[in-house]
């Protein structure tokens, strides 16, 4: 069995010092995904090392935003930054590859991705719709290229209905819009792909990883589901269990997004050389 956990930890310095290492100890993960890490590479690295996991970090060029991360508990075999052959997003901190192999030989490739919020009819809306469209074109090569793989993070878009507490309000919002859940649609429908959270949940309304910081939205549950597992078809089959490892109240969050975790019966990963 793998456990594999996924969060926007905003700020990982912060996220550290408020209490993350109490729930990496108590979940206890074979790998975790972060993103808006807002550490250059070498602080990351560093301010993990005495988890006892292994950091691979993609920091952003500019200072102090995005970034994103794979810890694990073995050395990865490779590790690839960035999306698309232009280049526009290799310095962006907003995607990281990275294989591993199982004990039964097979190549898992885990992504941790952080796709950005947007904002209706700017250029930051330009950009998001840029990424997403990358994404379309490489999440088929990582199914040719790995015998698993699951592309995990902060997309930052809710699906369906059931994703949004308060949808009808956000309609016309970056989050909520419809030219973004139609790549959803095309990623779960035309790619194939699977979105392990909603399998294993169900026709629910959330289960909500991220609530605004501000006014009663955490303790009213008034969420989004922005945070996702999305896995080949074989690799979704083996997922058993999945949780969303929400604070149990609004003083003792340490992000804004609560943990998505996710076990697969998969064999443990091989231990580097």
Same mark, same amino acid.
């Given at each position: 069995m793998i456990r594999i956990a996924t969060v926007n930890v905003n700020?990982?310095?912060?996220?550290?010092?408020?209490?993350?290492? !109490?729930?990496?100890?108590?979940?206890?993960?074979?790998?975790?995904?972060?993103?808006?890490?807002?550490?250059?590479d070498d602080i990351a690295v560093k301010l993990l090392e005495e988890s006892g996991y292994t950091t691979t970090s993609h920091d952003a060029e500019?200072?102090?935003?995005?970034?994103?991360?794979?810890?694990?508990? !073995?050395?990865?075999?490779?590790?690839?930054?960035?999306?698309?052959?232009?280049g526009y997003f290799d310095r962006a901190g907003r995607w990281v590859e990275t294989d591993y192999r199982l004990g039964?030989?097979?190549l898992l490739t885990l992504v941790s991705a952080y796709?950005?919020?947007?904002?209706?009819? !700017?250029?930051?809306?330009? +950009?998001k719709y840029r990424f997403l469209d990358l994404m379309t074109v490489r999440m088929p090569e990582l199914a040719a290229h790995a015998d698993?793989?699951?592309?995990?993070? +902060?997309?930052?878009?809710?699906?369906?209905?059931?994703?949004?507490?308060?949808?009808?309000?956000?309609?016309?919002?970056?989050?909520?819009?419809?030219?973004?859940?139609?790549?959803?649609?095309?990623?779960?429908?035309?790619?194939?792909?699977?979105?392990?959270?909603?399998?294993?949940?169900?026709?629910v309304d959330g289960p909500y990883t991220w609530w605004s910081m501000r006014g009663q939205a955490f303790d009213n549950d008034t969420g989004w589901r922005i945070d996702y597992h999305m896995a080949t078809p074989g690799l979704a089959e083996t997922a058993v269990r999945a949780t969303v +490892?929400?604070?149990?109240?609004?003083?003792?969050?340490?992000?804004?997004?609560?943990?998505?975790?996710?076990?697969?019966?998969?064999?443990?990963?091989?231990q580097a050389q």
């Amino acid at each position: 069995m793998i456990r594999i956990a996924t969060v926007n930890v905003n700020g990982i310095r912060a996220a550290w010092r408020k209490g993350m290492p !109490t729930w990496l100890e108590n979940s206890n993960p074979d790998f975790i995904t972060l993103q808006e890490v807002r550490a250059a590479d070498d602080i990351a690295v560093k301010l993990l090392e005495e988890s006892g996991y292994t950091t691979t970090s993609h920091d952003a060029e500019a200072k102090g935003r995005a970034g994103v991360a794979v810890m694990a508990r !073995t050395q990865p075999v490779e590790v690839r930054t960035g999306i698309g052959a232009d280049g526009y997003f290799d310095r962006a901190g907003r995607w990281v590859e990275t294989d591993y192999r199982l004990g039964d030989g097979s190549l898992l490739t885990l992504v941790s991705a952080y796709v950005h919020s947007g904002e209706a009819g !700017t250029p930051k809306q330009e +950009d998001k719709y840029r990424f997403l469209d990358l994404m379309t074109v490489r999440m088929p090569e990582l199914a040719a290229h790995a015998d698993h793989a699951l592309v995990t993070g +902060d997309l930052n878009v809710c699906h369906t209905e059931r994703d949004l507490k308060n949808w009808k309000a956000n309609r016309k919002k970056a989050g909520f819009l419809p030219e973004e859940r139609a790549y959803f649609d095309g990623f779960f429908s035309d790619l194939g792909w699977v979105d392990v959270h909603r399998k294993l949940s169900g026709d629910v309304d959330g289960p909500y990883t991220w609530w605004s910081m501000r006014g009663q939205a955490f303790d009213n549950d008034t969420g989004w589901r922005i945070d996702y597992h999305m896995a080949t078809p074989g690799l979704a089959e083996t997922a058993v269990r999945a949780t969303v +490892d929400k604070a149990p109240s609004w003083d003792t969050r340490w992000s804004d997004h609560a943990p998505l975790v996710i076990d697969y019966e998969l064999p443990a990963p091989q231990q580097a050389q």
